[in-house]
Each structure stands twice: as structure tokens, then as C-alpha cells.
């Protein structure tokens, strides 16, 4: 399902992700076991992420890493892929799909965005390519800066409030 | 230029005003200097000053939910505005409070303290809401859905100001790679320049015109974002900033736009620019209605065109008084006296020039012995030689008793101050985080001086050049004062006062008696006379309290030191503090998802931590919570029933280290279980007491699922997460709640297994294939579900995690397939219910931090190989095996009509005195307590000391009437002792 929320200069898509949360050592190991799937080396650096058509991966801390799947896959495949990231005895990867994922853009989007979050989102101090865990309306949320656009995720337990609270900055 | 009238009312009354005037300046206009009653004495009090400083003129807002203590000298006026005097009672004229001020004579300091000491219980009956009654300031506002928002900045500089110095810095930093937030607490920019006629040109222009420039450059420049009507509140540290920006200036509330924004701001460097606060001179009758500050008076004029009096007296004791003089004569006015305390030869030459020129009366070296007047100023009293006084029909005085720079935010920021003797005011010395001052907060009252000030202090910024800017100044350029805080009384009557605190009704005579019995230190002293304590913070006089107290300590003002200057700046609205965290967004909510079934069946919810969970289920309109939980209970036992457990924590653990891991944290052995087995298992803490509970289910050694409690979860995982990365680093461990990515079904009841077979007709539920307390992965349909056989009510039962796209689908297939068999869904009420007949504990409720595993008769959850445990040592001291610690026990009433309430004490006493004169020996609590329909009698839980003891004995158990109901303890097992429900 897709909702959109619009105002002045920001517009907001919601869309339907799967994720894969990773952790574990980041070493060589680590990055064959991973790459080998995704075609992507996890990123070193701390709230660092890279991507390409398929995948989106961040690194969250030191040993945390998520997995996001850009494109829709089977609940197969994606069991496939935890099983083979789980067969590496020194990696633990679960299924963290059940997210709430939205897309935020345009010129407006973090002066909607300051009315939730007290995080710096100013180009210098949150550049492109990072990513960033935070307090958004009150909630834990993981914020990744794609450039022109943000994706943000929360758990989807908190989507009706996320929503509610997204409108409401909207509104006032 | 034609202005907007706008017509308001006071009082009843309706006035007219000019679109953009205050309160007070609209009252002005109207000739109105009556406006309010006083704190303590009731006396008529008019309006002192032209902003935030303002003591005396505060308002009710009737239209804008009754808001109280609202400063009439801020609040700009609009269409239909509902204004109300306070403290006043029937009318502002003839108040009824104002024989308050007939006795002060005897309400000195500390009057409270040493009066209302008996009889007893007078203070609670009588004193208090009789003092509450006639003393105070507005009534409380009524309640409203406020649309007050927070909004949060991350800069690298503030400028807090936007008068000369402010707009200085500005201009220098326009154009500069830094993020710069311009805060202005006034609807314009400009502060000294729009309040006075003190600076003539500015490179050549108008003062208006060079801030209507500048303005202009800060506004293109892209890195300078400016905020009007917002005053900074609050300096913390680290360079935090709160600043409250009022959203509705000079128009009504819209109940779909937030009156009020909270700003919450995070900076590099803040640049205080805020000014500075003219101070009062106390003396006789300073408070009556026509004593205004002189800048305040002059500030009336420039901002709002409007003259509070053509002929005012001006009492001065320093040299700012020249631009006021100034700007009555530019209007065609001219004072009627002017009193200077200097000596003629000190006052300078510009003032006796104007003074001379005009004809305008001087008394220099002489000082207002005080004034006179009902309700509003008729003639003050001049003492122009020790012993020899004139007096002049005025019907306003002009004060001006020098300035304070407004170091509050300073301060606030623990900057420390120092005594200027030359200026007679503290300034800011030392900062202690990123805080530069510029102009007259720092002291500086020089306006040529300011730029200098302003290239110098803002040298170290990256790219930034020097400022040219030409001032000239009309009058004297460098500020000269004379010490005076407090003119000699000449009339000795009881009723005449000195004021030093006009909000609280502080006189100076209450300082000198405050000193007299011993309060010489200065936080004392304000404590004892509440100086300074009013919602102004004594703005325009705390330091004058300082002055006259030096002068009574005979010790210097910086010996005397300063009180603490707390946030906020000035009071704001609760509404505005808690912003959008009330009503429907008071905690974040969370769902579950099969909260759509919930309530499509009518369940009643609550929270627990952030999530809904169902309490018990409606069946129709007027069934009440016991009805309701008796019912679903009755038929779990009977059939089966289903409660959404999505609410549990899930954490996975998995590494080469996940067994080792799991058994350190856990007090239960792992290492002899076998795969796709589930324990109960209980956490410690490092003190040995019970923590959290759960199901540990074993994939393999190196890979576990636990269960934590719903409100349990994330203390659960950072209690992991924290010894694994702190006291276990080389352990090869690691874990993720994958709480939302599960959705936990729990069905249980005689009839569950058949519903399970039913609806999974692939899998062999028997108990040789399936025994209790093991699990597995199945496929199903689609996807692929975990079911654990294990029960939280004594019955025979399954937990279905599934992912949580799938939930409600097989929630409703469950429901399907057993629509013969009664399946009933069921809330968290139930379930403690269920599991309290069992005798099963919960967190939280049977533990309270206090509680160990051997209290609880757990021992046999204690792995008693294991070579460590997280509290395994705290398990061991004498006071925690002692065995006269509080044990679980189970509670059955003697007579079984008898309910027993939760909380209630056990005690050994048959019977309770009414009232109780003696200690009575508690012997523990009632931790739960149900009424059970299938024993049809209540079922207790309690601790109580020495309980496995005292198993069949009798004792009693208080209730909330004071009466006591005789009790049968037994073994908190009150159902299928034999567990064999569990395993059929």
C-alpha cells in the first residue's frame, strides 16, 4: 500500500520494503558471506551506506549492519537469504521486514521534519549517503539520506501514530 | 499614515486602540493608567514599563481561555479582544481586597511565617484558603486543546537581539558559510533605534532606514534566518537555547494554527545581544499609577505613537534622561520639571543646554521625596535641600535609576558577573560555554563603542570583514551615573510605602526589618521577603534590593553578591512547554496486527508500556469488566480461548558463544537441553533479584530465541547487549529483537489441540511428537510459522508466531475452524487470571525489585552446577537465604463470600482498632488477587515474611474499610496442581 502525504515543498510515499538486520564482525568473512548475495561490500565506516538497484546496506554500528531490499522479493527468497547469511556461524541476520518505510522529498522536507526530530539534518552535518538512528515524534527511526530524499523507517507497530503525527506536522 | 483601529474591551468597557498597540500602550491612548490591584495590599497599580520587565500591569484575557497574568505591556490588542483587571473584587475602583492595605502596617516580612503558627489544623481550614482568596494574580484559565508545536534548529550561531548590536553582528556574518538564527523578541527589528531618539543617523540615514536595510541583506543573504516575537527563554548547556515565539501577535487565536512555538535550539556559539533593563529608585508611593520608567515612557512615544503625558516631572540620577527630554520637545511637549541628584557642574552639557533653551525647570542635587494620590499620581514632593521640599502637581513621573544589562540569559548559562563601579551594575565577565556579549549586555553603553566591540568579539569568525559604520549620536555619548537606590522618607504615616519589589509588595522598610532578624545573606533575604520572587524576577529592582542591603551590611554590592538568575526568562505557557504531547499524542501508541480485530469485537484496550493491548472483550454493550473476564476465563477452561501475545518480546541470539551467553544470563542450565526444546527461565539482576522471566527455546547451541515480558523487551535487550559488549567482549554473541517481526498467536484451553489440528492438519500434535515445551517450523500455506507448545494458563496450549502479514488471517482461520468449539478471545485480565489460579507469577507484580527466585519458591529454576550466573553471587548472602524473608504464598478466604482486595497487608490481628493508635506487625502484601470461576471463590497471592512456614495457618488480611477478613494460606497452586491439563 502506498499513502501519500503532501504539503507545501515535501511530499511523502510510503512503500512496501523488506529488510534483513545483520550483525556481526564486518570482517573479511563477514563481507565474502554478504557479497556473495548481494553484490555489495558492507560499507566500513560508522552510519555509512551504499547501494545499487537492488539493495540498499547500511552499516548502523560497529557490528550492526541492515539490509534493505530496493525491490520486492519473494518471502522465499528472502528466507533463502537469512538462512544464507545464518549458515555463516559468526553472522546472525533476521528477517526485519515488518517496517514501516516512507520516502520524503522535497525542499521543504526537513523544515516538516524539525517539528519531529531534534537531529541535525543540515547537508554538513548529515551528508548524503549516511544514515542516522534517531527520535522521530518520540519514536527510535532510522533516517538514510539518498540524496535528493530521505527514507526513513520505523517499527510498524507505531505506523497509525507515525502517520497521525506526520499529518499533524503537516497541518499545524 | 492612516491607522487600523481596533476596538477592544477592559473591564466591560469598550476602547479604541491602533492596530499594532499593546494593551498598555491602548490603555495609554485612552487616558486609562488604572489597570490592576496589587499582589498582598491591593493597591491601584497602573503601568510601569514598555516590555517583558513589567511588575505591575498584568491582564486577564477572557476571550483566549480566560488566560491569566498576561503582561498588558507585551499582549498586542486585536478585534474583539476581552480584557480583565485581576485581584480585584467587585471592581478595579472599589476593591474590597484594598483593606488589605489598611492593616499592612502589621502584614511585614515574614508576617505568614510567624502568624498562622496555631491553633491547630487552623492553617489547612482556615488561614490558607482565606489567604489564597484575597491574595494572588489571575484566576486560573479554563481548559483548551492547545495547537502549541515544538520546532527544533541545529545552527552555529544565535544572535539573541535585534537592536543595534544584534543587527551589527548580523550584517557581519551575512553572506558567511555559518547557519545563523537572528532571534527578536519585538514584532520589529531595530530595539534602541525604534524606542528612542538616541541615535540620529546611521551612515547618513534615518535610524529606519538603515534597519529597514539591513533587514533587507540579512533576509537575502541565505544563511540568516530571522525569528520576530520570540523571546529566548532558556540558556542550558551545552549552547541549548529554548525560545517561545508567540504565532498570533495583535490577532485571535486560530484553533487550526499553533498559537505558540517552542523553539528548541542547538548551537556552536551564542551571540547575547539582548540588551539591557532600565531600573526604578524607590521612594514613598513609587508604586502609584503615573510612575513610569523614563525609557519605558520614551518607548510609548517612538513605537506607538503614543504620549502618556505632554508634562510629565523626570527624576533621574544618570544621563540617559537627554533623548526623553528631547523627544517630548521634538512633539511640542515639554516636562514640567527635571530632577537630576547630580550635582549641577556633573550633568552634561547637552541636557542644561536643552533644559535652558526650553525653559524646562531643573532641580539638580535633588531627589522626589515621594508622591501623592488616590488612584492615580496628583503631585510629587520634591526635596530640593536636606531639610526643605517643594511639591509640583504632576499627573506623571518619569524614573530612570540607571541600567542593568540584561544578564539573565548570561547566567543562565553560569557566566560568571562582576561589579562595575563606574556603571553601578554587574556585567558579564566570564563565560562558560560559547557565549559572546555584545553592547549593553556587556556593559557597554557606549553606542560608538558598540561597533568596535562588535569587529573585535567576531574577529575569530572564518571570512568575515570588518563593519564601517557611521553613527551619530544625539546627546551625550558616554553614560554617567550617581548612586541612588532609595530617597528618604519624609512622611512618617503607616501607609505610605517604599516599594522595592512591586509585583510581591516588598517594601524597603521589609529589607531593613528582614536584615534586623538576622536574614544578612542575600539568598536568604529574598526568601524571607520573597524580593524578586514574582514572575518578573524583579526585573527592574532585584539590584536595587542589592544596593540598599550593601548599604545596611555597610559592605560593597559584589561583597553582597547577586541571587540565582533560574529559567525561564519570563513565564510561559505549560501549553507551550508540552507542545504536541498531549491529548491523542501524549505517548507514542503502538498496534498490533490484529488490532483491527480487536476492535471490530469491542475490546476494551490498555497500555501497556506503548501498546494496546485488549483487556477483556465486550460481548454486549453493558457488560462489565468483571462480567466480561468471568465469562472468557470460564470458557478457556472449558474450551479453548485466544489472546494476541504479538506484544511479547522476541529476542534471537545466535553465535559460537550463544550457549555460554544464554546461561550466564539466564539462572536455568542450558547445556543438557536439547534442540527445538523451550524453558522457563528467569533474568537476575547483579543484586540477585528477579529481573525479567521468559521462554528460552534452543534451535541449537549456537542459536536461541527468548521470550521477554511485554514492558520488559528493550531493558531486556540493552541488559544483553550491555554484558556482552562491556563484561563479555570476546564472546562470539549477537542479538536482535525481532519483537514487531513476529506475531504471537496463544491459544489454550482443553479444546486447543483440537482447533490446532484443525487448522494445521499437516502436523501431529500428539504428545509423543509434540510434548510440552518443545517447538518447530512448519510450513504453512504460504509462509512458514514457529509453534511452542507451552502454556501461561494451566491449560493445554500453543504460541503460533507468524509473520506478521499473515497474523490476522490465521487469527480468523483459528476462529473458523472452531466455530463449534467455542473459541473465545480473551484479554490481558483474563490471562493474569488464568495464571494466578495456576499460581504462575508476573513480573512487575509478584516482584517489585525486592523479590528472589527462593522468595518466589523458584529454586528449582536455579542451575545449580552452573559456575556463574548474573546475581549467582548475591544468591548466596545470609540475608537473601534467610528464611524469614517475604515467601509467595497462596491466600484463600475462610469464607469463601469474601473477596480479597490487591495490596491489602497481612497481619496476624482478628481485629483492627478504629482509629489505630498502635503499630500493627505487617507481615507482607497481597501481590494478586482474583475472583476464580471455576473454584467460584477468590484466589490470592502474597508475600508475606516467613511464608512457606505458615502454609495452613491462619491469618488475616486488612481492607480498605478497616476491617479484616480471615485468611487460609496455602501453596500458591490453586488449579491441577499435577500440571496435568498441561500435558493432556
Not at chain 2, 375 to 399: D, F, G, P, Q
Not at chain 2, 688 to 717: E, P, R, W, Y
Request: overall charge positive.
Amino acid at each position: 500500500m502506498t499513502r501519500t502525504f503532501l504539503a507545501k515543498g515535501m511530499e511523502i510515499v510510503q512503500h512496501d520494503l523488506q529488510q534483513i538486520l545483520i550483525r556481526g564482525k564486518g570482517d573479511g568473512n563477514f563481507a565474502d558471506t554478504v557479497n556473495k548475495e548481494v553484490s555489495l561490500l558492507p560499507p566500513k565506516e560508522n552510519l555509512r551506506m551504499i547501494n545499487n538497484d537492488e539493495f540498499l546496506f547500511a552499516k548502523q554500528s560497529f557490528d550492526q549492519w541492515s539490509l534493505l531490499c530496493l525491490k520486492k522479493k519473494s518471502e522465499k527468497e528472502l528466507y533463502r537469504l537469512v538462512s544464507v547469511f545464518n549458515a555463516n556461524e559468526e553472522i546472525l541476520a533476521s528477517d526485519y521486514s515488518n517496517t514501516t518505510y516512507f520516502e520524503i522529498s522535497g525542499e521543504n522536507k526537513n523544515y516538516y521534519l524539525s517539528k519531529l526530530t531534534h537531529f541535525d539534518l543540515r547537508a554538513k552535518k548529515f551528508p548524503v549517503s549516511t544514515m542516522a538512528q534517531t527520535l522521530i515524534a518520540r519514536i527510535d527511526c532510522c533516517l538514510y539520506n539518498l540524496e535528493d530524499k530521505y527514507l526513513l523507517t520505523c517499527h510498524k507497530s507505531y505506523e497509525d501514530y507515525f502517520k497521525d503525527r506526520l499529518q499533524d506536522a503537516i497541518d499545524l | 499614515m492612516i491607522e487600523n483601529k481596533i476596538y477592544f474591551k477592559f473591564d466591560g468597557k469598550t476602547f479604541e486602540g491602533n492596530e499594532g498597540d499593546t494593551i498598555a500602550a491602548a490603555l495609554l491612548r485612552n487616558n486609562v493608567k488604572l489597570v490592576g490591584r496589587s499582589f498582598k495590599y491591593h493597591r491601584p497599580r497602573g503601568i510601569y514599563t514598555c516590555g517583558i520587565e513589567e511588575p505591575n500591569a498584568l491582564v486577564q484575557i477572557v476571550n483566549e481561555y480566560n488566560e491569566p497574568n498576561v503582561r498588558a505591556t507585551v499582549k498586542k490588542i486585536y478585534e474583539g479582544m476581552v480584557i480583565k483587571s485581576q485581584n480585584r473584587w467587585p471592581s478595579l475602583k472599589r476593591d474590597l481586597g484594598s483593606i488589605n492595605n489598611l492593616l499592612s502596617p502589621i502584614f511585614s516580612a515574614g508576617f505568614y511565617y510567624k502568624t498562622f503558627m496555631g491553633p491547630k489544623g487552623f492553617w489547612k481550614n482556615v488561614y490558607e484558603p482565606l489567604i489564597r482568596k484575597t491574595a494572588g494574580l489571575g484566576k486560573p484559565p479554563r481548559e483548551f486543546k492547545s495547537k502549541s508545536i515544538h520546532l527544533n534548529h541545529n545552527v552555529d550561531i544565535v544572535i539573541v537581539g535585534a537592536g543595534l548590536a544584534g543587527l551589527l553582528a548580523a550584517k557581519k556574518l551575512a553572506g558567511t558559510k555559518y547557519d545563523v538564527l537572528l532571534i527578536e523578541r519585538e514584532s520589529s527589528l531595530g530595539g534602541i533605534m525604534k524606542n528612542s531618539k538616541k541615535i540620529k543617523f546611521i551612515n547618513d540615514q534615518s535610524p529606519n532606514d538603515w534597519v529597514k536595510k539591513t533587514q533587507r541583506l540579512i533576509e537575502n543573504s541565505n544563511n540568516i534566518k530571522i525569528l520576530k516575537n520570540t523571546l529566548v527563554n532558556t540558556y542550558n548547556f551545552k549552547d541549548h537555547l529554548i525560545a517561545l515565539e508567540d504565532r498570533s501577535v495583535g490577532k485571535p487565536q486560530d484553533n487550526n494554527k499553533p498559537e505558540l512555538v517552542l523553539h528548541k535550539i542547538r548551537t556552536k556559539q551564542t551571540i547575547l545581544a539582548n540588551g539591557h533593563i532600565e531600573r526604578f529608585i524607590s521612594f514613598r508611593n513609587n508604586d502609584l499609577p503615573g510612575v513610569m520608567l523614563a525609557a519605558s515612557f520614551e518607548k510609548y512615544i517612538h513605537r506607538y505613537g503614543v504620549v502618556p503625558d505632554e508634562s510629565p516631572v523626570i527624576f533621574t540620577n544618570n544621563s540617559s534622561t537627554f533623548s526623553l527630554v528631547k523627544s517630548l520637545i521634538d512633539l511640542g511637549h515639554k516636562p514640567k520639571a527635571y530632577i537630576d541628584i547630580r550635582d549641577q557642574k556633573k550633568i552634561e552639557a547637552e541636557i542644561l543646554e536643552l533644559l535652558t533653551k526650553y525653559n524646562i525647570p531643573l532641580y539638580a542635587k535633588s531627589e522626589i521625596e515621594g508622591c501623592d494620590g488616590k488612584k492615580e499620581i496628583k503631585r510629587v514632593t520634591i526635596r530640593i535641600k536636606k531639610n526643605e521640599t517643594i511639591k509640583i502637581k504632576t499627573s506623571m513621573l518619569c524614573v530612570s535609576g540607571g541600567f542593568n544589562p540584561d544578564i539573565h540569559l548570561f547566567t543562565q548559562s553560569k557566566g560568571l558577573l562582576k561589579w562595575d563601579k563606574d556603571l553601578l551594575t554587574f556585567k558579564p565577565d566570564k563565560i562558560f560555554q560559547n557565549t559572546i556579549t555584545l553592547g549593553s549586555v556587556s556593559g557597554n553603553f557606549s553606542y560608538e563603542n558598540v561597533l568596535k566591540e562588535v569587529n573585535e568579539k567576531l574577529s575569530f569568525f572564518e571570512g568575515i570583514n570588518d563593519l564601517e559604520v557611521k553613527l551619530d549620536i544625539d546627546g551625550p555619548s558616554d553614560f554617567q551615573i550617581k548612586e541612588l537606590w532609595e530617597t528618604k522618607n519624609l512622611k512618617k504615616s503607616l501607609w505610605s510605602k517604599s516599594f522595592i519589589d512591586l509585583q510581591n509588595d516588598v517594601t524597603t522598610k521589609d529589607l531593613r526589618q528582614a536584615v534586623t532578624e538576622g536574614f544578612n545573606r542575600i539568598e536568604h533575604l529574598k526568601r524571607f521577603t520573597t524580593n524578586s520572587m514574582g514572575t518578573d524576577q524583579g526585573k527592574i529592582s532585584s539590584i536595587n534590593a542589592l544596593g540598599i542591603v550593601s548599604k545596611i551590611l555597610k559592605k560593597d554590592i559584589s561583597e553582597v553578591g547577586t541571587t540565582t538568575y533560574r529559567p525561564p526568562y519570563a513565564p510561559l505557557n505549560f501549553s507551550a512547554i508540552a507542545g504536541r504531547s498531549t491529548y491523542e499524542f501524549y505517548d507514542p501508541i503502538r498496534k498490533t496486527p490484529i488490532h483491527p480485530w480487536n476492535v471490530k469485537h469491542k475490546a476494551v484496550f490498555e497500555d501497556v508500556g506503548q501498546w494496546k493491548r485488549p483487556w477483556y472483550f465486550k460481548k454486549y454493550e453493558k457488560e462489565t469488566m468483571h462480567e466480561a473476564v468471568q465469562r472468557e476465563s470460564k470458557q478457556v477452561r472449558k474450551s479453548a480461548g485466544i489472546l494476541d501475545g504479538s506484544t511479547l518480546g522476541k529476542i534471537e541470539i545466535k553465535g559460537k558463544d550463544a550457549l555460554a551467553f544464554v546461561n550466564l544470563i539466564y539462572t536455568n542450565s542450558f547445556t543438557k537441553m536439547k534442540p527445538m526444546t523451550a524453558r522457563y527461565a528467569l533474568m537476575l539482576g547483579e543484586d540477585g533479584m528477579v529481573k525479567d522471566d521468559g521462554i528460552v527455546c534452543k534451535i541449537n547451541d549456537q542459536h536461541f530465541i527468548t521470550t521477554t515480558t511485554t514492558g520488559g523487551a528493550s531493558n531486556v535487550l540493552t541488559h544483553m547487549e550491555e554484558y556482552a559488549q562491556t563484561e563479555w567482549p570476546n564472546m562470539n554473541v549477537y542479538m536482535n529483537s525481532i519483537t514487531e517481526q513476529f506475531a504471537t498467536l496463544n491459544i489454550s484451553g482443553p479444546k486447543a489441540k483440537t482447533i490446532m489440528k484443525r487448522v494445521f492438519n499437516n502436523i501431529d500434535f500428539s504428545n509423543e511428537r509434540f510434548p510440552f515445551m518443545t517447538f518447530n517450523t512448519f510450513d504453512y500455506l504460504n509462509t512458514k510459522v514457529r509453534i511452542l507448545r507451552a502454556s501461561f494458563t494451566g491449560e493445554q496450549g500453543f504460541e503460533i508466531y507468524v509473520l506478521p502479514e499473515h497474523a490476522l488471517t490465521l487469527w480468523e482461520r483459528l476462529f473458523y475452524y472452531s466455530r463449534d468449539l467455542d473459541l473465545v478471545p480473551y484479554g490481558t485480565e483474563t490471562m493474569h487470571l488464568l495464571r494466578a489460579e495456576k499460581g504462575y507469577i508476573i513480573v512487575g507484580q509478584e516482584t517489585d525489585g525486592t523479590v528472589t527466585p527462593v522468595d518466589l519458591n523458584l529454586n528449582w529454576m536455579i542451575g545449580k552446577n552452573k559456575k556463574d550466573f548474573i546475581g549467582k553471587r548475591s544468591l548466596t548472602r545470609s540475608d537473601i537465604v534467610s528464611s524469614e524473608r517475604k515467601q509467595l504464598v497462596g491466600l484463600v478466604p475462610i469464607n469463601k463470600a469474601y473477596g480479597i482486595e490487591e495490596g491489602q497487608q497481612v497481619i496476624e490481628e482478628k481485629i483492627l482498632e478504629t482509629p489505630i493508635k498502635k503499630p500493627i506487625k505487617m507481615l507482607g502484601h497481597v501481590t494478586s488477587s482474583y475472583f476464580s470461576p471455576t473454584l467460584n471463590h477468590s484466589v490470592a497471592m502474597a508475600l508475606i515474611k516467613g511464608g512457606n512456614r505458615k502454609i495452613g495457618s491462619q491469618l488475616y488480611v486488612s481492607t480498605s474499610d478497616l476491617n479484616v477478613i480471615p485468611v487460609e494460606v496455602v501453596k500458591p497452586n490453586f488449579i491441577d496442581p499435577k500440571n496435568e491439563r498441561l500435558v493432556t
